[in-house]
């Protein structure tokens, strides 16, 4: 089962790579439309792909592999209003907004969490 599950999120991480970067493109190819074209698919897999953190977190944290981190409990649903945000809205200047929110956001995470673990210890 945890097999599956490792499989199944890799592959979906690599769907949502595929979906921003194409393996294959021509030499003249206009990235902003086809980013426009897939921002629905990309955005949709990438809320998936964060939603299944919640259970995969939540099994660490009961197999006592790792603690959730306190600043997860607003990090993950604010992500998903962010990347649920992105798929819906079309305008560049909103698109570029959450572009830097999300960064701002996920490095104040990562931030956080290791203060945390360095305190706690």
Known sequence: ELFGFLAAYSTLVFVVASLLYP?????D?????YYYKNQRWFFGLLFVSYAIDIPETYWKSVAHLRDVPTPYVVFLP?????????????????QASLCVISLILQLAYVNLSALQRIVAH
Do not use: P, Q
């Open 29 to 33: 190819m206009d990235f902003e439309a």
């Open 78 to 94: 604010t992500l998903l209003v962010i990347v649920g945000t992105a798929a819906l809205s079309r305008s560049r200047k909103v």
């Open 23 to 27: 393996a294959e493109f021509a030499h």
